[in-house]
């Protein structure tokens, strides 16, 4: 049950259906999940450690804030590990990866799917890449950049839109013709891309000093 309780509360938050600062009540939980309360507070912890939750002592616990420093800092992370993950990932990928890359890449482009669903798999894709290329820490690295990430895009609806992702076809393509500087190039032009667009929604609110601002100002 703690598994079941864990992998919901954790979609709640990324998906923002539980905003930045959001309190939460382990009753409450327990209740809306029909579980008891012992499984609510292991998933709560194993989130704290994670740092998608945070207690305030004598106030409660709640959904972690998100800043705009940290926002900065994600951007900046993403370009010291994500190059060198693809271009491990072309030393390492095979025939069927590349392909799986490929239909990431594809269905990440979709303009059919909602939001939220491009924007959990514009996180599966590069969490994808980082498997492939073979270190589980920086597997988990990434992963944990692109679950705080993909809560900032799932906030607000013009956030998670931004200019159509033709660079995620250019990194894969780029990681198939195994050229380490071409692919470096390119995973840095999408990164900036991406935290430019971000940047410029969020900086369009002069009074805000959160992301947490921003929801509130709807």
Known sequence: MADQAYTQLK???VQAKLRPGAMLSDSELADQYGMSRTPVREAI?????EGLVIVRPKRGTFVKPIDFSEIQDLYAL???VEPEAAVLASERVSAEELEELVELSAHSMDDTADKAL?????AQLHVRIAEVAGIPLL???VRSIHEEIERCLNLRKEIGRPEKAVNHGRLVDAIAGRDA???RTTALSGIERARSHMMNVLTSHSGASSVSDIVAET
Do not use: G, H, P, S
């Open 11 to 13: 979609r709640e938050i």
């Open 118 to 122: 491009l924007n959990e798999r514009n």
């Open 139 to 141: 597997t988990n690295a």
């Open 78 to 80: 993403r370009k010291m």
């Open 45 to 49: 912890n194993t989130l704290r450690r």
């Open 181 to 183: 500087e071409v692919i």
